[in-house]
């Protein structure tokens, strides 16, 4: 991960191994899959800013993973074993036998390097580069290139000195490889009118690179100034680099684009000033997702990687696990997950939970840390999303501006397709709110216009999406959202009706008050929507079988026929497999 310590989170992978010392043997931070990007992207290089001993463990360096000998004949399962494969797909197998003799791919061993296979490595970029370009010295380098500082000769950006992202196509054995390139350069040129994202200037090729030319950011990345602060930031500074990273990935996540590498390494500065802004940068794993889309492709950090990420069915929650990890970093200076190995990591990552009670966190404020644990949920249905997260007690504040959340479309979406009975049951649910839950419903709710009489009507959806859009929406088909949302078109939504189509109950399950709300919803649903209903029309209300009978019996009262509470809560969840509409990716 990055440059913190961290405490073992206790695993079948460290019970079972018997690893050497961190002196001798460093671990390993090592990316589950990797695609076409620096190498400093991948390897997280969290050296500790802690001396040696005094119980603190040693952070992992930029090295190879130990040789681990095993106390018993085999393993146990590896949570890694299968990236194994996307690697090799990914990268090829002769890169992932270098990988694997440098150490950075744990236990079972690769197939023999195979013949490269003959691939179009021509983008159609300019071939002109060294005639606009004049390069300078190296400031950054990876597994398939290296960035340079560059000066512009001529053109729009005359004598401005540039960054330039120089890629091998020697480093390109898969046609996966190349599709990777393709696509950082197709999102970087769709994203545009952020203020904390990296700018694209132009992309190039010759015969041996393509040169991906960026605005020059010349105040270092976020990692080094958390550990120049000695490995973590007090807590009022940490809110203000956790509201530039949530505004730029909010900002992404409407655009349809998912990062999937978020980490300090990937936030530079403008500047060596203390108040420079942070640029998010290199997005070279990133892709183009639609709305209800899931994703199977193994990517990232292993330190910052989202458990759904590990079950191979995940969407844009899976950044805001990322944030949760850098977050919790910030406020306390180690890791959340954290194992010797990778396999280890990966088991704590789905298995422990953080720890909240050893220093700092006694004294960090109740608010930082709810903030935290809502968004390090190892269910990313109950994740907040990133504008939600600009609206929670530890950030919130009225005079700053909250970006439209694409949430809405889809709970809106979900509520005017359900049947009446459902709407009612949300409506109830909505009544029961708190104070707490309204700031967000009402910024979302004002950005869509409401009309003179107070409702809003697809037509308001669908502008407030428009005004939005960048290209990177277009290639997402983010806008085919409002097809589904058609029958729209012929009612109008009020506030209060708002507030039922726009919650998440899987969210509001994750707050400790849940009870309390469940309650006073059903209280609510008992007096405007309760009703007599069979067992067999509850099975189709939920789109559920016959033997599904038995167990919905026992949520309906025998006195009326009608839901009991245990009913109503289970009624709300509905029926959602749990990956819906996969992509079965390259």
């Known amino acids: 991960m990055g440059q913190c310590y961290g405490k073992t989170n206790p695993s079948p992978e460290t019970d079972a191994a018997a690893i050497p010392s961190s002196d001798d043997l460093p671990p390993p931070s090592v990316t589950p899959s990797v695609k076409n990007t620096p190498a400093r992207a991948l390897l997280s290089p969290w050296r500790s800013p802690y001396p040696h001993g005094g119980g603190v463990t040693p952070s992992p360096a930029r090295t190879a993973t130990p040789r681990r000998i095993f106390r018993r004949p085999f393993p146990p399962p590896s949570p890694a074993k299968h990236i194994r494969a996307s690697l090799a797909k990914r990268l090829g197998r002769g890169a992932v036998a270098a990988r694997a003799k440098e150490g950075t791919i744990p236990e079972e061993g690769v197939a023999a390097e195979e013949e ?65 390139v393709r696509r950082e350069v197709k999102i970087l040129k769709a994203l545009s009118g952020h203020k904390h994202l990296i700018k694209f200037h132009d992309a190039f090729e010759d015969a041996n690179n393509v040169y991906i030319v960026m605005e020059l950011c010349e105040g270092g990345e976020l990692l080094d100034r958390i550990l120049s602060r000695g490995g973590k930031y007090p807590e009022e500074d940490a809110k203000a680099i956790v509201l530039q990273i949530l505004s730029v990935v909010a900002f992404c996540h409407l655009q349809g684009v998912v990062h999937r590498d978020l980490k300090p390494e990937n936030f530079l500065f403008t500047s060596k000033s203390e ?44 950044d805001i696990w990322s944030i949760g990890v850098i977050s919790y970093i910030l406020l306390c200076g180690s890791r959340p997950f954290w194992a010797r190995t990778e396999s280890g990591i990966f088991r704590s990552v789905l298995r422990a939970d953080p720890n909240f009670e050893d220093l700092p966190w006694p004294s960090v404020s109740a608010e930082a840390k709810d903030f935290v644990k809502r968004l390090l949920n190892k269910d990313y249905r109950k994740r907040m999303t990133a504008v939600q997260a600009l609206t929670h007690p530890w950030l919130r504040d009225e005079n700053r501006a909250i970006p439209l959340d694409i949430l809405v479309y889809k709970l809106v979406k979900s509520y005017i397709h359900a049947t009446p009975f459902r709407r009612a049951a949300l409506k109830a649910l909505s009544k029961a709110l708190t104070e707490e839950e309204f700031p967000y419903l009402r910024a979302q709710f004002k950005l869509l216009e409401p009309n003179l009489d107070g409702h809003v009507l697809l037509d308001n959806f669908k502008m407030a999406l428009i005004r939005h859009a960048t290209d990177a929406m277009r290639e997402s088909k983010v806008l085919d959202i409002i097809h589904a949302m058609e029958p729209l078109a012929y009612r109008k ?94």
Request: proline share 2%.
């Open 116 to 180: 490269e296979e003959v691939l179009d490595k021509r983008f159609g970029y300019g071939k002109n580069f060294g005639a606009k370009y004049e390069i300078g010295k190296e400031i950054g380098k990876g597994h398939f290139g290296h960035t340079c500082y560059a000066r512009c000769k001529k053109g729009e950006f005359k004598d401005q000195a540039v960054a330039v992202k120089i890629i091998s196509k020697s480093k390109m054995t898969t046609a996966i490889a190349i599709e990777d």
């Open 493 to 586: 939504m009020d506030f209060e009706e708002f507030c039922a189509a726009a919650v998440s109950i899987y969210q509001l399950e994750s707050l400790e008050k849940w009870e309390d709300i469940a309650s006073n919803a059903f209280e609510h649903f008992e007096r405007e929507g309760n009703r007599v209903i069979s067992v067999e029309e509850l099975a189709r209300e939920l789109n559920l079988g016959p033997s599904a009978y038995s167990v919905l019996r026992d949520w309906i009262r025998n006195s009326d026929g009608k839901l009991n509470l245990l009913g109503y809560t289970k009624f709300l969840h509905g029926v959602t497999p749990r990956s819906s509409n996969p992509r079965h990716h390259r």
């Open 275 to 318: 108040d420079a802004d942070m640029k998010l940068i290199d997005f070279g794993l990133s892709d183009f997702i639609r709305t209800d889309e899931r994703l199977n492709d193994i990517v990232g950090s292993a330190y910052y990687v989202a458990p759904e990420v590990l079950h191979r069915s995940y969407s844009v929650e899976a």
